[in-house]
């Protein structure tokens, strides 16, 4: 009778990480981990809109003439592919880099408004495989770097919001 009820706890312990887990790896229609959202900005154009994403583009990332795949300020469209590290840790609390994980970023912008999408991810380790392969892994590894890709999306979310309605803060060149 011990032996069931910690099966069961076991499980239903298994099945809640697993829910939260794909809480923070939302699905989309295209069944891939996919986060995007409309967001309104009343009264501002699209033309402006397009001027502050390229902007971010360009600020956000090293080199972002090799991350920009199609600007089209025309149809307001914005295409970039990206990688990011990952790492593992040693015992001895040492980090290595344990691999690479891209994805593709589209922001889309239409007057008084602007879309971004971040899908596409993809594992690219000792081979190339979707990052969904690791959704509802018990391996502490891959939770642990499911976890830092995470914390990279939400903060490039928010990074991307504060420029796309114009509260960034500008760099003082003049020093």
Known sequence: MKNILLLTT???FSFTLQAQQKGKFPI???KLIT????VHHQ???KALLFARAKKWFNS???NPTSIIKKADAENGEIKGIHKIRIYGFRKDGSEFRAGTV???IFVYVKEGRYKYQLTKFNITDSHYRPLED????TNPKEKERLEQV???VTALIKDLEVHMSGRAKEKNDDW
Request: glycine content about 20%.
């Open 10 to 12: 076991a499980l239903i």
């Open 28 to 30: 989309g229609e295209n």
């Open 35 to 38: 986060y995007e959202e409309v």
């Open 43 to 45: 009264g501002v154009g």
């Open 60 to 62: 956000y990332y090293k």
């Open 102 to 104: 891209g994805y593709t």
């Open 134 to 137: 690791w959704l509802g892994s």
């Open 150 to 152: 995470y914390e990279f």
